[in-house]
């Protein structure tokens, strides 16, 4: 689900609608790992997902949520761009990622593209989730 979704149901609208002959349907998914792993299955003929996501994906990233490289993906297009925001409320103290120690922090769905960053982030300020005071999804 998230915001893959909708950009889904409004996709599958506009090819149902304009090229005759087609067939849509919109599946809601956990986010970008699953939907890869199901493309690779094949099941599936198109998703979204993020760029970091298909990157650990081709390579095979286990940690990240595939069972080993996924070679039967091949990237269409970028449909937008994907900025990651860290924001802290002004009286947390927080004006660092490693402020973030001991602290509670969202980080998108489990196995989302967005997660994934999050933990490529502390992992280049040198940061686990082990570290942090309590990660919630």
Avoid: C, H
């Avoid at 409320?89 to 989302?112: M, R, W, Y």
């Amino acid at each position: 689900s998230g915001v893959y979704y909708p950009l889904g149901v409004a996709l599958s609208e506009i090819y149902g609608k304009g090229i005759e002959g087609s067939r849509t349907q919109v599946q809601a998914t956990k986010a970008s790992v699953e939907n890869l792993n199901l493309l690779q299955q094949g099941k599936g003929e198109i998703a979204f997902a993020l760029g970091d996501s298909v990157k650990m994906a081709a390579e095979g990233n286990t940690e990240a949520g595939f069972p080993g490289k996924l070679d039967k993906l091949r990237g269409i297009a970028a449909i937008y761009p994907n900025y990651i925001q860290i924001v802290a409320s002004q009286d947390s103290g927080i004006k660092t990622l490693a402020d973030l120690k001991g602290k509670s922090l969202s980080v998108g769905a489990p196995a989302s593209g967005t997660e994934l960053n999050a933990r490529a982030i502390f992992a280049a300020a040198g940061l686990k989730y082990e570290d942090l005071g309590r990660v919630e999804y």
